[in-house]
Each structure stands twice: as structure tokens, then as C-alpha cells.
């Protein structure tokens, strides 16, 4: 089975943090996604990437980077955390346009 | 307007009774239609997919799509207290599309 793996199940970091979560797949996908997921909101996509060092802004990308320098790695970047990132933070991947496999999930808390 | 909408429940419903569950749509675009479960503190796991109109069983569960109406369903049938769960719709164009999901409270 594909495993996707994220750093931290849960984080809390201070206001105005630069804040990393890091995020491994194990199967070669090209494809790998960063969402969020908020009550009432859903799951809502921040950015995506279909090759190494290709990136490209989903429905929700202000604050936010990305970084992809190996096939298997993705990691999203909180340039100055807020309050209002406070959230569920999800990373996929997938081989193919419905086959998405999720992370267990990183449950980030700004102070 | 969302692009995908989802009745957020919650849910409740005695072991043994069918679950529905449906969302709507607005892009004709999209393509592939899924069903994600999540359990508590856990990411989404895939139940279904389909790409086109019609329905798809897969043991207890039954997946319907009607683009005409731009209206998908899934159905549970014989529910479990192990079926208890958020059920995220999720939709494809070039990238996946999710309801809010509906949270699900199966009663022994």
C-alpha cells in the first residue's frame, strides 16, 4: 500500500513563525497535493505539484509556499503563521487524477 | 456558490438501516466522481469512484451519479457502528474537488 507520511501529528507555534510540514510519499507518485481542512469547509487545496521543482497554486494559496525537490517530498511553508492558519493540514498523492492517498494529517495550533 | 455542496449532518441513524448520503454539484467539467471516509484524527481514505452515470455497487456500499442533475449519492447499506464516520463527495476536473462531508453516527 502507499504509505504517505506527515512529520508531525500535531504542532503549535507562535505567531509570525516560519513554520515547515513535511510530507513523504513512498509509491513514485508524480502528483503530490496540500490541503487544509477546516469545520463546515471541507477539504480546501493550497498547492499542488506534478514534477519535481513544479509547483502550482490551488484554491487557497496566500501565505503559503511549497517546496519540491525530490520526487518524494513536499513540503509547505507558513512564511509568517497567523491565527487564522489554524488548521488540519493534509498532504496527498496520487498517480492519477482520482487515486489519491492522504496522510494521517498534521493539526497545526497558532498561539 | 460552492462549487460542490454537502449537507453537513450530522447523522444518526439505528445499526442495520441504510445510510443516504448526496452532494451537488455546479461544474459540468468535472469528471470523476469519489467518496472519501474519514475517521476521527485519521486522513481520508478512498471508497469509491466512478466516472460516469449510473450506479456502482461495491459490497454494502452503492454509488450513484446523475450528471443530468449534477447529483451523486452513496448509499450504505446493513450500517455498522464501524461505518461511523465523516463521508467527504469529491470531484475531479484537473484537480479534486471536496463537500464539506457529513459526519455519521451509526447506533448499536
Known amino acids: 500500500d502507499v504509505k504517505v507520511t506527515q512529520s508531525s501529528r500535531y504542532l503549535v507555534k507562535r505567531t509570525g513563525e516560519k513554520v515547515f510540514l513535511e510530507c513523504v510519499q513512498d509509491m513514485d507518485h508524480e502528483n503530490m497535493f496540500w490541503y487544509r481542512q477546516d469545520p463546515g469547509l471541507g477539504l480546501r487545496l493550497i498547492y499542488f505539484s506534478y514534477d519535481v521543482k513544479m509547483k502550482e497554486k490551488g484554491d487557497i494559496p496566500e501565505g503559503y509556499s511549497v517546496s519540491r525537490e525530490k520526487k518524494e517530498r513536499f513540503s509547505l511553508i507558513l512564511e509568517s503563521a497567523s491565527t487564522n492558519q489554524t488548521s488540519m493540514y493534509l498532504c496527498?498523492?496520487?498517480?492519477?487524477?482520482?487515486?489519491?492517498?492522504f496522510g494521517s494529517g498534521t493539526r497545526l495550533t497558532v498561539v | 456558490q460552492k462549487e460542490v455542496e454537502q449537507d453537513p449532518g450530522p447523522l444518526s441513524v439505528p445499526e442495520g438501516a441504510i445510510v443516504s448520503l448526496n452532494c451537488t454539484y455546479s461544474n459540468s467539467a468535472f469528471q470523476y466522481f469519489m467518496w472519501y471516509r474519514q475517521y476521527s484524527r485519521k486522513g481520508p481514505e478512498l471508497l469509491m469512484y466512478t466516472y460516469s452515470s449510473g450506479n456502482k455497487e461495491d459490497g454494502r456500499f452503492t454509488a450513484q451519479v446523475d450528471k443530468s442533475s449534477k447529483y451523486i449519492s452513496l448509499f450504505i447499506r446493513d450500517s455498522q457502528p464501524s461505518d461511523s464516520a465523516t463521508y467527504l463527495c469529491a470531484m475531479v476536473n484537473y484537480k479534486l474537488s471536496f463537500g464539506a462531508g457529513t459526519t455519521v453516527t451509526v447506533r448499536a
Open positions: 496527498a498523492s496520487s498517480p492519477t487524477n482520482y487515486g489519491y492517498t
